[in-house]
């Protein structure tokens, strides 16, 4: 019984890594969403599965793992794109003042750079030391948009009473 149970364990896993290897093939990560079903096998509870237990995975799978560019910390995953999406809208835009729709391919760029200056106070002196060094603008304020409505608000705008 416990080597028919060792082998369904086995099995389960070699399904789900070659379900995460035809998903990462088709999408280029290893990020699926939380409801994604990859045929009938339910992804995105493997990978967290395998996250949530990796001080538990042997060598062997942590390897197979590494070799298809699984990802162990999403929240640095993410955050590395994103700081990536700024890099690559500076060098077009000259600056890093995002307006908050705005998006760069797939990425909410401008929901990323707000929820950065959000929790500034939270954030590791690296990662700010990163924003620092290609001019992150911490106060929205100063920024382009907070401008043009000092601007609007500036102007000679007259409002009629009635």
């Known amino acids: 019984m416990a080597a028919s149970r060792g082998r369904s364990r086995t099995?389960?896993?070699e399904k789900g890594f070659a379900a995460l290897s035809r998903f990462r093939a088709r999408k280029g990560h290893?990020?699926?969403s939380r409801y994604h079903i990859e045929g009938k096998f339910k992804l995105w509870t493997w990978v967290i599965t395998q996250r949530y237990c990796?001080?538990?995975l042997s060598a062997e799978r942590k390897r197979r793992l590494d070799a298809i560019g699984f990802v162990w910390d999403w929240r640095d995953y993410r955050w590395e794109q994103g700081f990536t999406a700024l890099l690559k809208f500076k060098r077009r835009e000259g600056h890093c003042r995002v307006p908050i729709f705005h998006s760069e391919g797939d990425h909410r760029l401008g929901w990323w750079v707000s929820t950065q200056r959000r929790?500034?106070?939270e954030m590791s002196p690296k990662r700010k030391a990163r924003l620092n060094k290609i001019g992150f603008v911490w106060n929205e304020n100063t920024g382009g948009a907070a401008q043009c409505r000092r601007s609007r608000r500036n102007s000679?705008?007259?409002v009629e009473k009635r």
Request: proline share 7%.
């Open 54 to 56: 990796k001080d538990n």
């Open 119 to 121: 929790r500034r106070k």
């Open 156 to 158: 000679s705008l007259v």
């Open 30 to 32: 290893c990020c699926p």
């Open 11 to 13: 099995d389960r896993w």
